[in-house]
């Protein structure tokens, strides 16, 4: 039974975090892969976000530094993760941070890649704090 | 002047995380490459970890979690962070768990390879449970 | 005498999958790497494609696994290798499915966009079959 | 209830494939991260390799095409991977044709170290030419 | 008092290739990152382009490989490569060879990618010869 | 009849740079990959290496720099390129920049393992400093 709970916990947290997200892979996806949206959040939210021992703000920061490192290839990933990282608490400044850090083991095109990125999501989340 | 004090900044912070890192870069590299171990300790850690707005502990858990997303090419690099990781305060567990999480983007294998050298390192640092 | 072999086994098979390929790459590129479009056809489709020993079909198949698996920036080649999969007898179903596998090797990210140069693909083919 | 069915359906296939691998992954990993071998039978085997709509067969072509592609940092995996290929039916000569296609895509380097991999698995399943 | 040395070195050089790069940085990045656009004209210019031992011809040379071996999600770093490199002596036809030699490391689509990327920068250089 | 061209002189090349490589290959892989080793030494040598509008010098640097930034899973092939770029012209200082400068774009673990993977070439050929 534990696996209808990872589905069922990976739901509420990809709800909070990216609300509609199941319904919008399955609408784009489903006719070709049923079941995709389903296991997508099972395994993404249910199955590693939810797990104890790490916190969701530094799950977030781990991400922005692993889609950073890897290049601007995963531009629109990165994006709705550095959104999330902010709901998580990460501050702008941190995310910033974490990104230029990157340019020790990605390289420095990919963190000004990727910063651009960051500047793009904080303009459009412009109600107050830098 | 800035800059002489980013090397002085540096080299404190090497010293306590990697001690002798200078010299053996010096040693190893320096006949080759006059310089290089000094720029290296000035940029990595001058210039780049003594950054304030983001944690030595935060930092560490970016690198790990870059350096297992890129796959296991950077083995020697990901050990050296993984022990420097727990100076700077992470758990055997956090580590653990965003080496884990980094399946999600860097592949299944590239996790579990990490995960191999994580459990290297925390073999050889068996001094009490964290 | 071998190789004139390939280069005209090259030609053909390329005609057949990618027609009017090796005009285009001399047209773009020809000015300034003389005898590029040649090398390209005589290797890929002449010494690479053209080898007994595995189907055609599979050979889309790979090629299609491994752009998705490298990240987004081969986008292009993606999709030009998609719709020669789906010439070479591979079915929409079998393109979505191996991409999406890829998220265990390449990361989520790299599958969705993957995913994303598919979708764009059969909008531009859709003649009936899904 | 789906998502039972996935983790049975995935212990089935991989007892298959990969016999102990949920113990070994258990036994290795178990005490860093709780529910992280029955994760990976879960996800990888449950709602990946098991799903309907592309044979078994291809997607150990995929895969194996996939983790040449991506350079040699995945050798245990890559060779895991083509054992299970074997099994699942593919050729030796296949298994070989596709690592050399890879040569194309992921450079010339990854696909010979990929071909010194496959040759290793091949020397120790020496019973009979397929 | 080497380190203010580099910071002025890479300053001069800097203004040379990329002639307002400093300023541009700290007006896009520098309110989140303070000291950042000084920390790569630094170490970028001061600390690695303006080493002895290979001339700056041969560096760009190289960054030029490099970046089309990683794939096109360097783009706009390659495109600013390319331009100083033509500063640097590089000729066109160099640069495309070289572009095409990555072929072999980067695979075909990589090659292929940033051979559209310089003739995009030849294109807005077309000033004579080619 | 121009591709016989190019293996004749892929092989003339081949022979002067990396002697018995085709027959290795053939020795090695032939029985898997017929023409494999024939089209290695057609393409690599004949119609890369050989081609007219860059040095072998500069193509051996741009190819020791493309294999530093992919990261060390290239290990064999970069020591196999350093040894081919000494005979090519190249000196040890130029190599060992051309690689400490690719910790701008592949990373510092990247720059680093490559130096290792130098150091043990210039080991092997220690016949009086360059």
Redesign the interface.
Known sequence: ????D??ETGRALSEQFNPGMEATLEA??G???P??A???V???YG???A?P??SLR??Y??????????????R???QINIAAGLKAGLS???I???I???????????A??A?NS??EV?GSHDDGE?
Do not use: C
């Open positions: 039974m534990k696996n209808h990872t589905l784009r996806y006719h070709l892969l079941g995709m389903q296991s997508t099972d395994f993404v199955q590693q976000y797990r021992g790490l530094d799950r920061l781990a991400t922005i530094a692993a889609l950073t490192a890897q290049g601007g290839q995963t629109p990933q990165l702008r400044r941190e910033a941070e974490v230029w850090q990157m340019a020790l083991y990605g390289g420095l095109p990919a000004i890649n910063l960051a500047l904080f830098r």
